[in-house]
């Protein structure tokens, strides 16, 4: 069982600066990890994720703004988020994807989730 805990988000003005961070209580390795978001009405979208090669992806709208990283030894991955726009407001979910070898199937987990809000 793989336990997220998440850290960060808040209220910041539109061009501020937030950071995010998730750490993965599990003993064992995470494959790969990265970040959400759900905007109200909308569906959760891909922000940011990061293999345990370090190979990133981001969504286009992020690109150039947003920054993750991550710390294999420690299993936590961190979210830069600079230049914030009001359209980055959503709930910001840790998503952490593992491979089960015995299913053979790559399971997910979650953490619960933390608000961003971009406002003057």
């Known amino acids: 069982q793989v336990q997220l805990v998440e850290s960060g988000g808040g209220l910041v003005q539109p061009g501020g600066s937030l950071r995010l961070s998730c750490a993965s209580t599990s003993i064992f390795s995470i494959d790969a990890m990265g970040w959400y978001r759900q905007a109200p009405g909308k569906q959760r979208e891909l922000v940011a994720s990061?293999?345990?090669?370090?190979?990133?992806n981001y969504a286009d709208s992020v690109k150039g703004r947003f920054t993750i990283s991550r710390d294999n030894a420690k299993d936590t991955v961190t979210l830069q988020m600079n230049m914030l726009k009001p359209e980055d407001t959503a709930v910001y979910y840790c998503?952490?994807?593992?491979?089960?070898?015995?299913?053979?199937?790559?399971?997910?987990?979650w953490g619960q989730g933390t608000q961003v809000t971009v406002s003057s």
């Open positions: 998503n952490a994807q593992k491979y089960d070898a015995l299913l053979r199937i790559t399971k997910d987990y």
């Open positions: 990061v293999t345990s090669g370090g190979s990133t």
